[in-house]
């Protein structure tokens, strides 16, 4: 099965109790047994739900990995992960990522002996330099958030496998639509399903995809015993949302596209960010390991005063100031006032996220009155 088909096939069955072409949500807390033990495989909802059963498989199926596991948020997801981890250990991070992600490195994990190293992920060699018989992990996005760069994720799977490091890939802004991780060598692919998977702005959730069957027993274990399950309404919408991925990402594109070239050439804006432009820094590697270069992009205006950004930022109508991305409806952000503010500000500044950078999350709304409302907007 090809991806468009697995979307909209892969996991679901319909209801054996009545046909429901719609996989059921199952909202219960615990399931009757016949006799101790003899159970239909469903004992307590935190360990097993089948609507989560289902979207579990469907997201192994599009990621080309053997398991899934849900969350209840991507953070969910991402502090699973850490969890494999023990004191003493060494996990080498992008430099350029969600402010949540750093967040929850630095003020939740380093605090348990885990050490961190942010290097620039655009540089396999940055990456070398600072393994070391005590990495475990190598973490990444890509593209990343909110500049744009782009990691070679075969060339950092191959620094992970000689250093017996696992790889995690955070694929939210790609989607598995542009961009399948475990294909490249990566060893884990986590997911905010709040953004483009449930891509309707109307849940937040998590998931953490991989091959590998030991890592899946010590994630299950890790998923049941810690809990940061998701609801099955919550699966429920997240698996609706797969549906349509396929259709909804290549408009995305499209208009990202169109949105990226109209900034590039307008006299105020001053950088564009976006994977897409052939004079792009990652644009080779981009080509390589993705199919397209979706609708996340970030700019600056020539005038670089922070009440600059400001006046675009409060005064666009269709793209709405909002945190978040990846739903239909288009948004705009202030990484460095929104999700980066957890980030120290010289940090910030360092890695290009100026004060003045806008980003945006371009939705599926007509084009030209996209472009409109950024001509009306930017002056
Ligand atoms: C939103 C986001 C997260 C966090 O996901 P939540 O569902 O908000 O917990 C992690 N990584 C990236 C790239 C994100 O955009």
């Known amino acids: 099965m090809r991806l468009e088909t697995k979307l909209i096939h892969a996991g679901v069955e319909p209801d054996p109790t009545t046909g429901a072409i719609m996989t059921p949500i199952y909202q219960t807390s615990t399931y009757v047994q016949k006799a101790p033990g003899d159970h239909k495989g469903y004992e307590y909802a935190r360990t097993q739900n089948p609507t989560r059963d289902a979207l579990q ?6 990621e080309s990995g053997s398991w899934g596991l849900c969350f209840g948020s991507g953070m969910a997801a991402t502090d699973a992960v850490l969890k494999l981890l023990e004191p003493g250990d060494e996990v080498v991070a992008a430099d350029d990522m969600y402010g949540g992600t750093y967040r929850i490195f630095t003020k939740v994990f380093e605090k348990y002996g885990i050490r961190f190293h942010f290097v620039d992920m655009q540089n396999p060699s940055a990456v070398a330099a600072v393994l070391n018989a005590r990495t475990r992990l190598i973490w990444t996005e890509t593209p990343t958030n909110p500049m744009m760069t782009i990691t070679d994720i075969a060339a950092v799977a191959e620094l992970a496998k000689a250093h017996k490091a696992l790889l995690c890939v955070d694929n939210t802004f790609a989607s598995p639509y542009l961009q399948n991780p475990l294909e490249w060598g990566a060893d884990l692919v986590v997911h905010s399903a709040t953004k483009y998977l449930g ?30 399950v998701p609801g099955p309404q919550d699966c429920f919408l997240v698996l609706r949302g797969l549906k349509t991925l396929h259709v909804r990402m290549q408009r995305h594109c499209e208009n990202g596209r169109t949105v990226a070239e109209w900034l590039r050439a307008h006299p105020k804006v001053g950088k564009v960010y976006w994977c897409g432009f052939e004079d792009s820094p990652g644009f080779a590697v981009a080509r390589k390991q993705m199919r397209d270069f979706g609708g996340m992009m970030s700019f600056t205006l020539k005038d670089d005063r922070m009440e600059a950004a ?21 948004l705009i952000g202030h990484p460095a006032s929104m999700t980066h503010a957890s980030i120290p500000r010289e940090d910030r500044i360092r890695r290009g996220l100026l004060d003045s950078l806008i980003r945006l999350s371009v939705g599926l709304e007509n084009a030209d009155d996209l472009l409109a409302d950024l001509d009306r907007a930017i002056g």
Do not use: M, P, Y
Request: aromatic share 4%; hydrophobic share 40%.
């Open 310 to 330: 400001n006046r675009v930022l409060s005064s666009t109508r269709l793209f709405s100031l909002a945190e978040s991305l990846g739903g239909v409806e288009s």
């Open 57 to 62: 498989s469907a997201l192994a199926a599009i």
């Open 199 to 228: 891509g309707h702005s109307d849940v937040v959730h998590g998931c953490i995809i991989g091959k590998d069957a030991a890592l899946e027993e010590r994630l299950r274990f890790i998923q049941n015993s810690c809990g940061a």
